[in-house]
């Protein structure tokens, strides 16, 4: 517990906002990638 | 200005809102007394679960429409969303288990919500493997609009199934019949979190769409 009462876990919601950046950035960075080579 | 580049514009707005979003919910958003900091992940799990639902309620959409009007762009609009929902449901599968590990004392139970949203996991990567697997266009668009529209009706399923089963996931805590029960500044950030990633998936879509028209073309 920290001092003020609350539970250690905010490790846990920096591994979920780092990877949902990681998912986000790269599936936008595919799809323009997809778009620059279209046709 | 082209579809491709509307949809890019749209993208890159809502990968801001997103970062903006990140700020609201790390920064300005208090702590969850009880959960501590792994409740915030709640700022990314919940629209994320939204939009994978989305995604797949618009491909059955679009599929039941393409059956009736042979139309080509419905397919290609049902398509476009089957892959912008698999990103979304990856987000979903992530943040999931990593609020669940400290707060339920594990990664993963097979209830119901779990399960069921697993599942459509699954039916996102089949449709994609189906579409894959069929060269002639009409008749990979009859097939997978088929496969959509099962995948639309698992959907409703999912949103209910806290109710309709004993499971460990909580229930909605916004889209249910009463008022929301959280606090007025976390709600804000939960629902900018959701014009976010709302943003994100017509922004995804639109240039998914595009891409596949320039490939019909082609093709």
């Known amino acids: 517990m920290w001092a003020d009462g609350t539970p250690p876990t905010g490790g846990y919601a920096i591994a979920a906002y780092l990877l949902t950046a990681i998912i986000l950035l790269t599936y936008s960075f595919l799809l323009f990638r997809r778009g620059s080579k279209a046709p | 200005m082209t579809l491709q580049s509307r949809g890019r514009w749209i993208t890159a707005s809502g990968l801001l809102f997103l970062a903006a979003v990140y700020v609201r919910a790390i920064w300005f958003t208090p702590v969850e007394r009880l959960q501590g900091g792994a409740q915030k992940i709640f700022y990314l799990h919940a629209p994320a679960a939204w939009s994978t639902l989305l995604a797949m309620g618009l491909v059955g959409v679009a599929s039941i429409l393409y059956l009736l009007m042979k139309d080509e762009r419905f397919d290609r609009f049902a398509a476009a969303s089957a892959e912008v929902g698999t990103a979304f449901a990856c987000v979903m599968l992530t943040t999931g288990p990593l609020w669940a590990k400290p707060i339920w004392g594990t990664w993963w139970t097979w209830d119901a919500r779990l399960t069921l949203t697993l599942f459509l996991f699954f039916l996102f990567i089949g449709y994609q493997l ?25 959907v409703p399923f999912i949103h209910l199934s806290v109710y309709l089963f004993r499971t460990l996931h909580p229930q909605p805590i916004v889209l249910k019949p009463s008022a929301p029960s959280l606090p007025d500044s976390m709600l804000l950030t939960l629902l900018l979190s959701f014009l976010a990633f709302t943003m994100l998936y017509v922004g995804f879509v639109t240039q998914r769409y595009a891409l596949g028209g320039a490939q019909s073309h082609v093709g």
């Open chain 2, 130 to 154: 189906l579409r894959g697997a069929i060269a002639e266009p009409g008749t990979r668009a009859r097939f997978s609009a088929v496969l959509g529209i099962f995948g639309m009706v698992l």
